[in-house]
């Protein structure tokens, strides 16, 4: 295959990527500290979607306008789900560890109610939403860029960045990765972890709130959208590791890249068949993924 | 009492008697008729299936409003719409509770082809007839079955007619495409397009050179479309439902994907109404669909059933008639023109007045065919779908030549991006 | 103690009710139900119930002892409905026969990918079943034909009417899908009821427990939950042909999706997964939520059984972690007296 195409494919697969790792984000970040696998993870992303699309619809607002309402709309929502359906279950563990498959199957019952309840609320029709003013598509090397799309790719690097240096750098950010490191310890150098667990979940549902905004311009939003992201999340964070912010971006990296190359050669669908026999493997051979610690 | 009066009074008393008795008797003769839908209303394809349900609703009305049936006393049309979720167990259930429990004299649906294909089976086995509606599934009309009627085109139809239009273009103008594109979803409905096309192409002398199968739900076509970019066929046949078609028209324009001749699409997507209001126009300029109906009907349509029908459509739906809605439309005024005929509603009288049924005018004809006639195995020969091209926003027929409008031209080969 | 209980038995006027008891008692009931209900749709509606708690048995057998969950099951039920139709249209041969080779291809299939994933944590293991279990899915859905074998891909397989015959595991009305379904169900449940007691069970409860405490004790965990999941695999594809000739049609959405693997976890769960009757509970109370919710509402409140399931899950994990069956149970004790088991 020329040069072009492959390179055009890698463009693709860089952008694409990078989306996943930016709505990856969070379900590692959750992980890392709570031990939870949010199974509900491409549910919050779709109700997210839907906030923009309704501030658009409703309102006239533009989509990365509506990143002010989405942010702390999704923020307030993973608070409360945390607080009030997920610490209970925590609570009821003696050492405030939690019992990892109760957590998943709690989460999976958060996960059927609110699909199907925007189901329910919102219909099975597919929206989409159309900014009044066009982003331009920048062509680099002959390659089309879309200007949607590099702007969530981009964002998903700064929002991983900013993370990061907020986790390292700030006082919430230093009780969260104690806590992730050793729960107990945390406690009894009084950091208040229920108080912890949920401002991370509801941190990681604001990054959800972000992207929701970013490419809500580009994607057809319906209620069935929440479980592909979801499941491409599950694969990415496991390759780059559950609980590593750079892994999400890099998981989401080379998934993005893999499925963009394997596809000119096969079907799409093969391709999507290869990412998963891919997270199988990591799984069983490399469950820490690929930036994760042992 | 005076003799006049006391007269009088028992006029009054026999004429009050007379009009009790009256009503009685037509509250009595008006039985309503049941009829079942079976349609999508959720699930995949739940815009579709919600655009039929008006037309039914807005037809059923219409055929109220005027009287009812007139051969069984003005009895009213009952519809019972059941919701087959786009899933054929779920689509089988509903029918045999229908029939069962609901008592309906016929049904009619279910747009997708996998649940029609079951549930007419149901039906014909409780020997209730089944007016088709939507599935374009070759075999449904090919079981030697005798409840099952189905008024629209068959799916081998809509492969000719892609290619047909494409042979008459390059008739027209002096050339045409060699090498074709396929993409479309994965599903039932996709692929038998797909093997359809293939056979056609083969036929007529048109090399397939992309075959790809979409996975529903995508998030990004980048990766086919760049698939297709590297093939360079001279143009693209699409079967893609709505969401999955948006993504990649818009995909397409924002990468500017040029092809000499076009995107040839065989509707779904962009059928459907939602799909406009959710695009950027230039993104669709040029497209041709194959339409299952006549999109411009309404323009050389003069039946006030037809035009205040596409009203009530927009009342509802805020947009107007789409091929959906208008075979919702056909369905019932089919079903009530048999009824008429039958002079009951009894399921097998209902059947035979169907087998008769010969339409050649009047509102069941809103999809654009001439004729609706069932042959021995319930498929009506007359229907064919048209080829529209989308001119400046507006999609003008243009194959069938006869159903050209004067004013139409097709603009071919189909223009670069850069020169729109 | 003996004092105590039989204190007790007599106290209760000598009502013993164990849980053989109380099987054989349902599974009497359920065969002796059609005599009452002739009604065609109530019927299908019945044998829909006796075939989830079918289901959600076949997937007990395993998770619910082991204490795994596995979100992949359903790919077994599609592997047993397509060998046992693909073998009927391509070779003639009797789906009573063809469902056993499904259920052979399923046992082979569930100890090659119970190997290495058995050992993986939790939600680990949860992860890699979906995964699994939607490989075979989109290749299903996606292959035309494999090896000369018309696999119809997402279109899927169309059982061809040959109306009465046995032979061809098809009956023209539902009355012999019931007693079929029925006794799959009785046989599940009683095998479900050996095991418990029987080696096999108690290691995996030992396994659950704790997996390196067993295996250092001499238990070899993979040889026990191979065997339990090849078992499971095998009753949940015999479970897929059922459905297959149930409903003349199969498709990989339907057949091998994660909608049906959830169904049969949840209602395990929210009846009482480790148990032999919460299964059959739980597809008890949530079947007829659905058929209810899709008729009444007529797609008007559309996935609103969902809700109702994943609401009464949440509950259940929160404040019933033993499911439905437990508070039914402990209310028994109290009345009826007996066995604790």
């Given amino acids: 295959m020329d040069a072009f195409i492959l390179s055009y494919a890698v463009v693709n697969g860089l952008l694409q990527g990078a989306i996943y790792g930016g709505v990856a984000l969070g379900l590692s970040l959750i992980f890392g500290v709570l031990r939870v696998v949010n199974f509900a993870h491409g549910s919050f992303l779709m109700l997210s979607l839907y906030i923009s699309f309704w501030c658009w619809s409703l309102f006239g607002m533009d989509p990365y306008l509506s990143a002010l309402i989405n942010i702390p709309a999704m923020f307030a929502l993973g608070y409360m789900v945390q607080s009030v359906i997920i610490a209970p279950l925590i609570k009821r563990e003696s050492a405030m560890v939690v019992e990892p498959l109760s957590a998943l199957l709690l989460t999976a019952g958060v996960f059927l109610v609110m699909d199907n309840a925007a189901l329910m609320a919102f219909g099975p029709d597919v929206r989409a939403l159309q900014a009044g003013y066009y982003v331009p598509t920048i062509v680099v090397g002959g390659i089309p860029i879309s200007g949607q799309r590099l702007i969530a790719a981009l964002a998903a690097f700064a929002v991983a960045g900013g993370i990061s240096y907020w986790l390292r750098h700030s006082d919430m950010g230093r009780a969260i990765r104690a806590t992730a490191q050793n729960r107990d310890a945390a406690a009894m150098s009084g950091i208040n972890v229920s108080s912890v667990y949920a401002m991370t979940f509801g941190l990681g549902c604001s990054v959800l709130g972000l992207f929701g905004a970013l490419i809500a311009p580009f994607l057809p939003i319906s209620p069935a959208i929440g479980l592909a992201f979801g499941i491409k999340s599950f694969i990415v964070v496991v390759l780059g590791g559950l609980g590593s912010i750079s892994g999400a971006i890099v998981g989401g990296i080379v998934i993005g890249v893999f499925e963009a190359v394997a596809s000119q050669f096969v079907t799409a669908t093969s391709a999507s068949i290869g990412s998963l026999v891919l997270f199988i493997l990591i799984l069983i051979f490399r469950p820490q993924g690929i930036m994760g610690r042992a | 009492m005076s003799k006049s009066n006391w007269a009088r009074s028992v006029q009054k008393v026999l004429m009050a008697g007379a009009m009790t008795a009256a009503m009685g008797s037509s509250a009595f003769a008006a039985e309503a008729v049941k009829m079942g839908c079976v349609l999508p209303l959720s699930g995949g394809s739940a815009a579709v299936g919600n655009q039929t349900k008006v037309g039914v609703e807005i037809a059923a009305k219409q055929i109220n409003d005027a009287g009812g049936i007139k051969s069984l006393d003005g009895a009213m049309l009952e519809v019972v719409f059941a919701d087959s979720q786009s899933k054929p167990d779920v689509g089988v259930t509903e029918t045999e509770r229908v029939i069962a429990r609901e008592n309906v004299s016929v049904l009619c649906g279910a747009f997708n082809s996998a649940v029609t294909f079951p549930a007419t089976e149901v039906a014909e086995r409780m020997k209730t007839p089944w007016v088709v509606v939507g599935s374009v599934k070759d075999e449904i009309t090919e079981r030697d079955f005798k409840y099952i009627f189905r008024i629209n085109n068959k799916a081998t139809y809509d492969a000719r007619e892609q290619i047909d239009a494409m042979d008459m273009l390059k008739d027209e103008f002096g050339s045409g495409p060699k090498t074709l594109a396929m993409l479309y979803e994965g599903s039932d409905w996709g692929r038998s397009h797909a093997a359809n096309v293939k056979v056609i192409a083969a036929e007529r002398g048109y090399e397939i050179v992309v075959d790809e199968a979409a996975p529903p739900n995508q998030t990004d076509f980048g990766n086919q479309l760049l698939k297709i970019r590297a093939a360079k066929p001279d143009a693209v046949i699409v079967a893609l439902y709505t969401p999955d078609h948006l993504l990649f028209t818009r995909q397409m324009m924002e990468q500017r994907l040029d092809l000499p001749f076009g995107v040839h699409s065989v509707g779904g997507g962009m059928e459907d109404p939602a799909f406009y209001k959710a695009l950027p126009p230039e993104a669709a300029f040029y497209a041709f669909v194959q339409e299952d109906w006549q999109i411009d009907i309404l323009k050389v349509s003069t039946d006030p059933a037809i035009l205040s029908a596409d009203e009530a459509t927009k009342a509802a739906l805020g947009y107007g008639m789409s091929a959906y809605t208008a075979q919702g439309i056909s369905a019932v005024y089919v079903i009530a023109d048999a009824l008429e005929r039958a002079k009951s509603a009894d399921r097998e009288a209902l059947r035979a007045a169907l087998a008769e049924t010969d339409i050649q005018s009047g509102p069941a004809l809103v999809t654009g065919y001439n004729r609706i006639k069932f042959d021995e195995q319930g498929q009506n020969t007359f229907a064919h779908g048209v080829i529209s091209q989308n001119i400046g926003g507006e999609r003008k027929t243009m194959w069938p030549k006869e159903n050209r409008a004067a004013d139409s031209t097709p603009v071919w080969p189909v223009p670069a991006w850069s020169d729109r | ?341």
């Avoid at chain 3, 749709?41 to 002892?65: D, E, P, R």
């Avoid at chain 3, 100890?111 to 680990?124: A, E, M, N, Q, S």
């Avoid at chain 3, 899927?156 to 009417?161: A, D, E, K, S, T």
Wanted: aromatic fraction near 12%.
């Fill in chain 3, 1 to 341: 103690m003996k004092t105590t209980i039989a204190a007790k038995s007599t106290r209760s006027g000598g009502l013993r009710l164990n849980q053989t008891t109380v099987l054989v008692t349902i599974l009497l009931v359920l065969a002796l139900a059609p005599i009452v209900v002739t009604d065609s749709f109530t019927l299908h509606s019945m044998i829909m119930v006796l075939f989830f708690a079918y289901m959600a048995t076949s997937w007990n057998f395993v998770c619910g002892y082991v204490g795994q969950l596995s979100l992949g099951h359903a790919m077994f039920n599609g592997m047993g409905g397509y060998v046992s139709v693909l073998m009927f249209t391509q070779l003639g041969l009797s789906p009573w026969l063809g469902m056993l080779f499904g259920g052979v291809l399923a046992m082979v299939t569930a100890v090659l990918i119970g190997l290495p994933t058995f050992r993986l944590k939790g939600p680990y293991f949860t992860l890699t079943m979906i995964a699994f279990a939607e490989i075979v899915r989109i290749w299903i859905e996606n292959t035309n034909e494999f090896a000369g074998i018309p696999l119809k891909g997402a279109e899927g397989l169309i059982v061809p009417n040959r109306g009465d015959d046995f032979w061809a595991f098809q009956f023209s009305t539902k009355l012999p899908y019931y007693y079929i379904i029925l006794s799959f169900l009785a046989v599940a449940l009683v095998a479900t009821a050996w095991m418990e007691r029987s080696k096999l069970g108690f290691c995996l409860k030992a396994i659950r427990g704790d997996r390196d405490a067993a295996e250092a004790l001499g238990v070899n965990p993979t040889f026990y939950t191979s065997l339990a999941f090849a078992i499971s695999a095998f009753m949940t594809a015999i479970g897929g042909s059922f459905y297959a000739q149930f409903f003349r049609y199969i498709n990989p959405e339907r057949s091998m999706g994660l909608e049906l693997s959830i169904d049969m976890a949840v209602m395990s769960i929210i009846g009482g997964q480790g148990t032999v009757l919460g299964p059959l509970l739980g597809a008890a109370i949530l079947t007829p939520i659905a058929e209810i919710a899709r008729g009444e509402f007529g797609g008007g409140l559309l996935g609103l059984h969902l809700v109702v399931y994943g609401l009464a899950l949440m509950l259940c994990v929160l404040y019933f972690p033993k499911g439905a069956i437990e508070p039914i149970r402990k209310l028994c004790l109290r009345y009826f007296g007996g066995n604790e088991r």
